[in-house]
């Protein structure tokens, strides 16, 4: 029983930045893995940003390196995803993820992300 809602996404110019927030309620205990997902139309699910424990290392997908940071703010049970210099490749739907077991079995609706040049 648990659910994951994600907000902040939107449309921004090439260069510009958007702060992805995703909201976990329900039985948060189960939550060890979170996460950051994205799928642009035709093309698969990437791993974007997450980690595998709280207080485990962040990884990061290449693409994103050195413009986007993950970060879990475990008080208020919400992780983010702030990302800057943002790049008209990175328009996609951006979803939020986590499960236990280290494991991503839990799924936000996503949020739309959509850079112009």
């Known amino acids: 029983q648990v659910q994951l809602a994600e907000s902040g996404g939107g449309l921004v110019q090439a260069g510009g930045s958007l702060r992805l927030s995703c909201a976990a309620s329900?039985?948060?205990?189960?939550?060890?893995?979170m996460g950051w997902f994205r799928q642009a139309p035709g093309k698969t699910r990437e791993f974007v940003a997450g980690?595998?424990?709280?207080?485990?290392?962040?990884n990061y997908a290449d693409s994103v390196k050195g413009r986007f940071t993950f970060s879990r703010d475990n008080a208020r049970n919400t992780v983010y995803l702030q990302m800057n210099s943002l790049k008209p490749e990175d328009t996609a739907v951006y979803y939020c993820a986590g499960g236990p077991n280290n494991l991503y079995t839990y799924w936000g609706q996503g949020t739309q992300v959509t850079v112009s040049s």
């Open positions: 329900g039985r948060t205990l189960n939550l060890r893995a």
């Open positions: 980690n595998k424990w709280n207080g485990g290392p962040t």
